[in-house]
């Protein structure tokens, strides 16, 4: 049985936002509503000011915090592939997994749009969706959370589980360069053009995904939640690092 994860190069990660913008049309999400996210932040005291940038899927934690306080059961970790999924059948908007998460990754997008004007409004739905663009992907799966969503749930990125999950059994690396498999690949890792994403099999050892988090020593990003998430960082050279993992300076400190 597959355990899909991500690796993440940052030492190659140009900051494009290709990812976002994948992410948002494979999966039709409103403006602000980024499953997937490349966040900008600056470093150091002006003037020696760098800007940074940190991309930021959902982690499909391994002991996700999100599932443990779900009361309806309606975000859950498909045992077959490790993704975690909601059930937009069975979310009741509570909120409680938004708050659980230490990423970030959730959103409840009912309450006030992001980027004005409101995009549903120039797309209602009648369906008793959120909205209804023109351009829908032809996959639907409400009990994986897949598809545009009703009022009222909570949405997170999917890791493109309707394409990963038809992949040919055993594969250990889904990688966009192998005609056969690029299909497969996740939206976000296919589109990346310097080839800063990765995605394939933690359970095989031979993975490329293994061999890269052991020979660059890959890192989780706030492991110390125990939440252990299936998403790794290699930030080896002086570019961009994980920011928890970063030393702090002494003006940091006081
Ligand atoms: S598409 Fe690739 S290079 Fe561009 S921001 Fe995303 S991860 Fe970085
Ligand atoms: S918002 Fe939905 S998925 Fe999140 S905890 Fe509440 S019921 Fe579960």
Known sequence: MAKWGMVIDLDTCTGCQACTTACAMENNRLPGENWQDVLFYHEGTYPNVKLM???RPCMHCENPSCVSVCPTKATYKDPDG???LMDYNKCIGCKY???AC????RFYVDEKAVVQPDIRGVFPSEAGRQWDPPYKGPQDDPS???GIQPHGVVSKCTFCYHKVSKAPKGVADLDEDIPELKEYVPACVRVCAPKARFFGDLDQPNSNVNKMIADKRGVRLKDETGNKPQVYYLSGGATASVPSLRSMSDSDKA
């Open 97 to 99: 997994c938004q708050v």
């Open 82 to 84: 490790g993704f975690v």
């Open 53 to 55: 940038w940190f991309p």
């Open 102 to 105: 230490p990423y970030g990754v």
């Open 144 to 146: 994986r959370g897949i």
